[in-house]
């Protein structure tokens, strides 16, 4: 399924999404992509679900992305903090 979600933070490691009406358990593995922002360019990750908050807030590791989409994270950051 393809759902909508707004990206909240986001790190080398994972990220952060909101999402309503839909429900994921811990564990659980899925497929996000992201669109472009700043200066990180689009791409997908396979994620991990590690938090769940309450209002449909998610933290995600990353399992499996890109190293260039890493590095552009990383650099995003850097300047972002």
């Known amino acids: 399924k393809v759902y909508s979600a707004q990206s909240m933070e986001i790190s080398a490691g994972g990220a952060s999404f909101k999402i309503d009406n839909v429900s994921f358990e811990i564990d659980s593995?899925?497929?996000?992509?992201f669109k472009p922002g700043g200066d990180v360019p689009p791409f997908n990750a396979v994620c991990k679900i590690v938090n769940k908050v309450a209002g449909g807030l998610y933290g995600v590791s990353f399992v499996h992305v890109a190293s260039s989409a890493k590095d552009s994270i990383a650099k995003f950051t850097k300047k972002a903090g």
Request: hydrophobic fraction near 40%; proline fraction near 0%; charge should be neutral.
């Open 29 to 33: 593995q899925i497929y996000l992509h």
